[in-house]
C-alpha cells in the first residue's frame, strides 16, 4: 500500500528509481565540486586572518564601494530611463522589423562584455574614451534587452483601453502614463532594475576595457589585487564584501516585489496594431534611437578594425597572425591562436553544459523536492560574479590530487558552470508544459516508463536542447571573468586578447583587437539569431 | 518548415569537432623534452633572431628543445606565477629584477638552484640571492632618457635630475610605466623614493602628474608607442641606461653620434634574474637552461638584444654599446628588505597619488 | 448636439465603417444595435477618439472635434470590460476623472459619494477593485464615466457577461442614472430587447 503510493506521487509516471538517481548524481557532483566548493575556500580565506581588518580599514575599500555602487546606480536608471521608449513600441505597436529588431537587442545582451566595451571604445571620441560616459553607455546598450524583454512582457499584457479609460477621464498621455501605466508597471520596472543592477555592480569586462586603472570597481579590485598585488586575502575579502552587498540588494527587491505585486489579468494581444497619425513618428524615434544607441557602436568596431594607420586598409585583419612590436619583438598574444582556441573552449563548454543541463533536467522533473533543490542550486552561479567563480576555483584547485590548474578542461568547465543555467531553465519550462496525461497515454498502451519517456518527453526537449545549446556556446565564446583568472600565458581564448590588445597604444594593436572583437560579434549575434527564429517556430508549430 | 538539426547529431558533430581540434591542438606540444621559458613581453621571441638561435645551439647540446612563452609584464607575470606556484605555466622563468625579487621568493615561485658558472658571477649580483633562489642574468639601470633632437627643436636644455622633471618646460612630456604592472616603472617609483624620501616622495608624484605625465602599462608601450625616439610625441621616457646604443647600432641609415640622452641622476640598478619555476615537471632540463642561460655563449647576445648588461664577466661587449650606454657611478638602491616590506604600500599609495 | 458625418474607417483591405452618420439629440439616449462585426464599437472608438477616422467628421455641440485628442473631447466611455484602475481603489477610480479636472480632493470625496449612492454602491469607496462582482464593477466603470459630467456618454455593451435578471435590473438602474444626470448617451448593444426597453431612439447600424 505505502509502496502504491510512494509510487505514485513520482511524476513523469514512476521513471524507476535507480534510473533518476543515476541521471541526479552528475549535476548534483559538478555543482559541489566546481560551484559550492571553490565558494567556500573563497569565503573560508576571505574570513580569515588579518585581511578583513585591513580590507575595511582601507579608505580604498569605502571609495571603490562608492563608485560601483554609484555607477550601477545610474546605468541602472539611465536603462530604464532610456529603456521605456522602446519597450512602449515594442510591446504595444507591430512595425517593420519588430522581430528583428528585439532579437538584436537580446543578441547585444548576450554580446561578450569585452566586446562592448571595445565597441564603446570605437565609436566614442577619444576624450570620452575613458570617462565615465564611455561606461554608462556600454552599460545601457548591454541591459536594453534586459528593460524591453522583462517590462514589455508586463507592458504588452495592460490593455491599451486602459488608457483609453484614462484618456476619456480627461487625462492627457503623459499624464496617463505616471498616473496608470507606471504604477502598473512599477513591479516589472523593479525586477528588471534588479536586473541590470546586479550586472552592471559586478561589471567587469566593460570595465577593464572602458575604465581607467584609477576607478575600478569591485570586480576589477579583487582581480587587480589577486593578479598583479598578488594580496589573496585581501581579493577574497573583496569578494565577500561584494556578496554581501548583492545579498542585501535581493532581499529588498524581494520584499519590494511582494509589497508592490498588483495582479495584471490580461493577456498579450494576438495583433498589434500598426502604429497610426502620430504614433508612427513617435515609434519611429524611439526605435531609431535606441537602435543608433546599440547598432553604432557595433558599425564602429568594423569601422576602426580597417584603420590601423592613415586611412582604411585591412592591414589589421591580414596581420591577424602576427603581432611584432618591432622586428624580433612580439606582444605575446597569438590572434589566431586565440581564435581557435576559443572555439575548441566553447565546443567543451557546450559539451559540458548540455550533459549536466540534461541530466539535471531529468533529475529535476523526477525528483520533487530534492530536484527544486538542485535546480536552485544551479542557478546559483548565474547570480553569482563571474570573478568569483574563477578566482574560487584558482585558489582551490591548487593544490594535489586537485591540482587541475593546467588541465586544459578547467576553463570549460568555468564556462560551462554559467551557461548550465540556460539550458536547465529552456528546458524545465518545456517539460513543465507537456501533460502528464501524455506519459499515461504511452504507458496505458504499454510502454514502459522509461521507453513512454523517450517517446514523449525526449521529443519535446530536441528545440530547447539546440536553443540551449547556442546559448552556452555564445556564452563560453565571450566570457571574460571567470578566463580571466583560469588562463595560463600563451593560451588566451578571445576576450582576454582583445583585452590585451586594447591595453595597447599602438594603432595597428587597436585595429587588430576590433577586428577580432568584430568576429566575435559576428558569431555571438548571429547563434542567437539562429536561436531566437528557432525559438520562434517552435512557438508556432 | 526547415527543421533544426536534431539534438543527437548536434551532440555527435560536437564531439567529432572537439576531437579533432584537440588532436590538432596535442600535435603542437607537450613532448617531454620540450621546456618552457617564461619571459616578459620585452623578450625577442623571433624564430630566427640572435636569441633564438643561441637557444638552437642549447638544443643541439643537450637535445632539449625550448619553447617561449611571453607573458605579460614583470609585475603581471609573476602574480601569475604566484597563483600558478607549484603547477607552473612553465618550467623557467626569466626576467624578475631586484625590485619584485622578494616578492617572487616569499610567494615560493623558484626551486632553488646553484648554476654551475655561478662563481663566475660578480658577488655584488649573487649576494642579492644568498639562498640560490633565483640566478641573476643581467643587469642594468632605469634611467630617464630624453630625445635629443626633440628638445633641441623645442629648445629646452635635457634635464639633469629629478626634480628638473616637474618644471614647466617639460610639462606633457614625460612617459612612465605603471610601478604595479612595470619592473622598470617600479624602479622609477623607487628612485623617487629614494631621492625625494619617505615625507616627500608622493608630493613629488603629484607635481608630475600636475605637469601631465603620462603612465602607461609597460616598458614597449612607453618606449615604443609614446617615446618621440620611436615615433610618439614625448621626448622623455622611464628606459634604461642602455637604450642609446641601441638607438644607434640599430639605425638606418647607420649614426655616429646618440639620438637620446640618459639623465644619469635618475638611474635606479635593476638586476634581472632567471628562476628554475617550482613544480616543474623537467627539474632536469630547467636547470641545464639556467646553466646555459649564464654561460658565455648566451651571455654575449644580452647586451645587443635585451640591452642590458651581461652578468657574466667573459663576455666582451660591443663598442658602440660600450662608446653609448650610461653606466652610473653611483646608481641609486634601496635595500632589498625594505622595498619587500613596503612595496605594495608604496605601489598602492602611488595609485592614490598619481591615477586617482 | 453629437452629430457624426459620413465617417469611413477602414481597416487594411476591410472598411468596417462606410459613410456612417447619426445625429443625437441633447439629453436622449440613442440605441446602437447591429451584429457583432457590424462596426458599432468601431463607432463609439471614432466618437471618442480612440480611432481616427479616415473621412468624415464628428461634431460636439456645433463645434468640429474631429481632430481634438481624448482627452479634450469631453466624451465618457464605459467599456465592455470595464478597464478599472487596478491599482486604485474603488473611490480613487470613481475620481479619476475629477482630479484630471482640477477638482478638489473635499469635493471629490462628496461627488465621489454622491455618484456611488446614484449606482447603489454606498460604502464602496475603499474597497480595491479586484474584490467587486461583475454587476459592481459595471457600476463602478458608470459612476466612475459619469463624474466629470461629460457632454456625450459612450456604452459599449455595458451588460455583457452578465445574468439574464442582474442585465434588465442594471439595464434599468443605468437608465434611471442617466436620466437623473440629463446626460446625453450612445448605447451600444446587440440586444434588441436591451436596446428597446431603455434607449429614446434605436438605430440600426445596417440602416447609417
Redesign the interface.
Known amino acids: 500500500m505505502d509502496r502504491a503510493l510512494e509510487r505514485r506521487r513520482a511524476p513523469l509516471n514512476g521513471l524507476p528509481r535507480w534510473f533518476v538517481a543515476a541521471v541526479a548524481v552528475p549535476p548534483a557532483a559538478f555543482l559541489l565540486l566546481f560551484y559550492v566548493w571553490p565558494f567556500v575556500t573563497l569565503l573560508a580565506r576571505g574570513l580569515g586572518g588579518a585581511d578583513v581588518a585591513a580590507t575595511l580599514s582601507r579608505s580604498d575599500t569605502w571609495r571603490i564601494l562608492w563608485f560601483t555602487t554609484w555607477q550601477a546606480t545610474a546605468s541602472t536608471a539611465l536603462t530604464i530611463v532610456i529603456g521605456l521608449a522602446p519597450t512602449w513600441a515594442v510591446s504595444r505597436f507591430d512595425f517593420a522589423f519588430r522581430r528583428v529588431f528585439v532579437s538584436t537587442l537580446t543578441a547585444v545582451f548576450v554580446l561578450p562584455t569585452v566586446v562592448v566595451g571595445a565597441a564603446f571604445l570605437a565609436v566614442l571620441p577619444d576624450a570620452l574614451d575613458r570617462s565615465i560616459w564611455a561606461i554608462l553607455g556600454a552599460h545601457v546598450a548591454f541591459n536594453l534587452a534586459v528593460v524591453v524583454r522583462t517590462v514589455g512582457s508586463a507592458w504588452e499584457r495592460l490593455p491599451s483601453d486602459l488608457d483609453h479609460a484614462a484618456a476619456a477621464l480627461g487625462a492627457g498621455p503623459f499624464t496617463t502614463f505616471r498616473l496608470i501605466t507606471l504604477p502598473l508597471l512599477r513591479s516589472s520596472i523593479s525586477a528588471s532594475a534588479a536586473i541590470v543592477f546586479l550586472f552592471t555592480f559586478t561589471s567587469f569586462g566593460v570595465i577593464r576595457v572602458l575604465g581607467t586603472a584609477g576607478r575600478p570597481t569591485i570586480e576589477v579590485e579583487v582581480w587587480r589585487r589577486a593578479t598583479q598585488l598578488g594580496d589573496i586575502g585581501g581579493a577574497a575579502t573583496l569578494t565577500i564584501l561584494q556578496l554581501l552587498a548583492l545579498g542585501g540588494l535581493v532581499a529588498w527587491t524581494t520584499v519590494q516585489q511582494r509589497r508592490h505585486a498588483i495582479a495584471i489579468r490580461g493577456e498579450a494581444p494576438r495583433r498589434r496594431p500598426r502604429p497610426v497619425g502620430r504614433q508612427i513618428a513617435h515609434v519611429t524615434g524611439a526605435v531609431g534611437v535606441t537602435t543608433l544607441i546599440v547598432a553604432a557602436p557595433l558599425l564602429a568596431l568594423v569601422e576602426r578594425s580597417l584603420r590601423s594607420g592613415d586611412g582604411y586598409s585591412l592591414a589589421a585583419w591580414r596581420s591577424l597572425g602576427n603581432n611584432e612590436i618591432r622586428p624580433g619583438l612580439r606582444l605575446g598574444v597569438d590572434p589566431l591562436g586565440a581564435l581557435q582556441r576559443s572555439a575548441t573552449t566553447a565546443v567543451w563548454a557546450t559539451l559540458f553544459a548540455m550533459v549536466i543541463g540534461a541530466t539535471a533536467v531529468v533529475a529535476i522533473s523526477a525528483l520533487g523536492r530534492t530536484g527544486k533543490v538542485l535546480d536552485a542550486g544551479l542557478m546559483l552561479p548565474l547570480g553569482t560574479s563571474a570573478i568569483t567563480i574563477g578566482f574560487g576555483m584558482l585558489i582551490t584547485f591548487d593544490t594535489p590530487p586537485v591540482d587541475w590548474r593546467a588541465e586544459w578542461w578547467l576553463v570549460p568547465i568555468g564556462h560551462a558552470l554559467v551557461a548550465t543555467p540556460f539550458v536547465v531553465r529552456s528546458a524545465l519550462s518545456v517539460v513543465r508544459t507537456i501533460p502528464a496525461d501524455r506519459a499515461a497515454a504511452a504507458a496505458t498502451l504499454g510502454a514502459s516508463p522509461v521507453r513512454a519517456w523517450a517517446n514523449t518527453t525526449l521529443p519535446a526537449l530536441r528545440r530547447p536542447f539546440a536553443a540551449a545549446a547556442g546559448l552556452a556556446a555564445a556564452i563560453s565564446l565571450g566570457e571574460f571573468g571567470a578566463t580571466s583568472f583560469l588562463t595560463r600565458s600563451g593560451s588566451d581564448t578571445l576576450p582576454i586578447a582583445i583585452e590585451r590588445l586594447l591595453g595597447r597604444t599602438g594603432r595597428l594593436f587597436q585595429a587588430q583587437a576590433f577586428a577580432l572583437s568584430t568576429i566575435l560579434a559576428v558569431a555571438t549575434i548571429g547563434i542567437v539569431l539562429l536561436v531566437d527564429r528557432g525559438g520562434d517556430r517552435a512557438r508556432r508549430s | 518548415m526547415k527543421r533544426l538539426p536534431s539534438i543527437t547529431t548536434a551532440v555527435t558533430t560536437a564531439v567529432a569537432v572537439a576531437v579533432a581540434l584537440v588532436a590538432v591542438s596535442a600535435c603542437s606540444g607537450d613532448e617531454p623534452d620540450t621546456i618552457t621559458l617564461l619571459a616578459y613581453e620585452s623578450f625577442p621571441s623571433e624564430p630566427d633572431g640572435p636569441i633564438a638561435l643561441a637557444l638552437d645551439e642549447f638544443t643541439e647540446q643537450t637535445g632539449i628543445e625550448v619553447e617561449v612563452v611571453i607573458s605579460g609584464d614583470t609585475g603581471t607575470m609573476l602574480s601569475k606565477a604566484a597563483l600558478t606556484a607549484g603547477n607552473p605555466e612553465a618550467d623557467v622563468m626569466w626576467g624578475v629584477d631586484n625590485t619584485f625579487l622578494s616578492r617572487a621568493i616569499s610567494t615560493g615561485v623558484f626551486e632553488p638552484y646553484e648554476a654551475v658558472e655561478l662563481d663566475a658571477i660578480p658577488a655584488e649580483f649573487t649576494s642579492l640571492v644568498p639562498n640560490a633562489e633565483a640566478t641573476p642574468v643581467d643587469f642594468g639601470d632605469v634611467c630617464v632618457n630624453y630625445d635629443i633632437s626633440a628638445l633641441v627643436n623645442d629648445d629646452v636644455e635635457p634635464p639633469t635630475t629629478l626634480a628638473d622633471l616637474t618644471l614647466p618646460q617639460f610639462a606633457g612630456k614625460l612617459v612612465v610605466e605603471n610601478p604595479a604592472t612595470s619592473s622598470p616603472g617600479l624602479a622609477f617609483l623607487l628612485a623617487t623614493i629614494a631621492q625625494f624620501g619617505e615625507e616627500g616622495w608622493e608630493q613629488y608624484w603629484q607635481q608630475l602628474r600636475a605637469n601631465d605625465v603620462e603612465v602607461v602599462s609597460g616598458w614597449s608601450d612607453a618606449y615604443y608607442s609614446e617615446f618621440s625616439g620611436s615615433g610618439g610625441d614625448r621626448p622623455l621616457v622611464v628606459s634604461y641606461g642602455s637604450s642609446p646604443p641601441f638607438e644607434v647600432i640599430y639605425a638606418e641609415p647607420p649614426l655616429t653620434e646618440a639620438a637620446s640622452g640618459v639623465v644619469e641622476s635618475s638611474c635606479y640598478r635593476q638586476v634581472e634574474f632567471a628562476g628554475i619555476l617550482s613544480g616543474t615537471d623537467a627539474p632536469d632540463g630547467a636547470r641545464a637552461l639556467i646553466d646555459f642561460l649564464v654561460s658565455e655563449r648566451f651571455q654575449r647576445e644580452v647586451a645587443l638584444n635585451l640591452f642590458v648588461f651581461p652578468v657574466n664577466p667573459a663576455v666582451e661587449l660591443d663598442q658602440a654599446f660600450v662608446d653609448f650606454a650610461t653606466i652610473p657611478d653611483s646608481p641609486i638602491t634601496i635595500d632589498p628588505i625594505l622595498i619587500d616590506a613596503n612595496r605594495t604600500e608604496w605601489i598602492e599609495r602611488w595609485n592614490a597619488a598619481v591615477l586617482r | 448636439m453629437l452629430d457624426v458625418r459620413d465617417v469611413t474607417v477602414r481597416f487594411g483591405e476591410t472598411t468596417v465603417l462606410d459613410r456612417a452618420a447619426i445625429s443625437v439629440g441633447e439629453a436622449t439616449i440613442t440605441g446602437l444595435l447591429g451584429p457583432s462585426g457590424s462596426g458599432k464599437s468601431t463607432l463609439l472608438?471614432v466618437i471618442?477618439?480612440?480611432v481616427?477616422p479616415d473621412a468624415g467628421r464628428v461634431v460636439i455641440d456645433g463645434v468640429d472635434v474631429t481632430e481634438v485628442?481624448?482627452?479634450?473631447r469631453?466624451?465618457?466611455?464605459v467599456?465592455q470590460?470595464e478597464?478599472l484602475?487596478?491599482?486604485l481603489d474603488v473611490g480613487a477610480n470613481v475620481a479619476?476623472?475629477l482630479r484630471?479636472?482640477g477638482v478638489g480632493s473635499a469635493e471629490r470625496e462628496d461627488a465621489v459619494a454622491g455618484l456611488l449612492g446614484l449606482v447603489g454602491l454606498d460604502g464602496f469607496a475603499r474597497r480595491t477593485v479586484?474584490r467587486l462582482s461583475g454587476g459592481e464593477a459595471k457600476r463602478v466603470a458608470l459612476a466612475?464615466?459619469l463624474?466629470?459630467r461629460?457632454r456625450v456618454l459612450l456604452l459599449d455593451e455595458p451588460l455583457t457577461g452578465l445574468d439574464r435578471a442582474l442585465r434588465d435590473r442594471l439595464a434599468d438602474e443605468i437608465e434611471t442614472a442617466l436620466r437623473a444626470t440629463s446626460t446625453t448617451a450612445v448605447w451600444v448593444t446587440h440586444d434588441a430587447d436591451e436596446a428597446d426597453r431603455v434607449t429614446d431612439r434605436v438605430v440600426h447600424l445596417g440602416d447609417l
Not at chain 3, 69 to 72: G, V
Not at chain 3, 74 to 77: A, L, P
Open positions: 472608438r471618442a477618439g480612440i481616427t485628442p481624448t482627452h479634450r469631453s466624451v465618457g466611455m467599456f470590460d478597464q484602475f487596478p491599482h479619476f476623472g484630471m479636472a479586484d466612475r464615466s463624474a466629470p461629460p
